[in-house]
């Protein structure tokens, strides 16, 4: 959806309806996606507490550290763009 109307907007930039269904369907296309990245967090975050209260340190670490890679893969991503 996003991608047919962006190329409508592209195609007539005067046209300010074509805009502003791209400009809706960007929305949410983005809103979406927190929401998932939400959902993927909170689920992660409830994991570590089970495993944190089953005394399970194994499990906890190793899920803890799944975590720390991809936030430091993120964040050095993220470093990277900007130079």
Known sequence: MMYST???W????????KKSAYTRAKQKAQSMLHEMKSRR???KAAE????ADQH???SFF????????????HLSNHWMAEL
């Open 56 to 58: 399970d340190l194994k």
């Open 10 to 17: 592209i195609k007539d930039k005067n046209c300010m309806a």
């Open 62 to 73: 190793c899920r803890l550290s799944t975590v720390h890679v991809r936030l430091a893969q």
């Open 6 to 8: 962006h190329l409508a």
């Open 41 to 43: 967090w909170i689920n």
């Open 48 to 51: 570590l507490q089970e495993a």
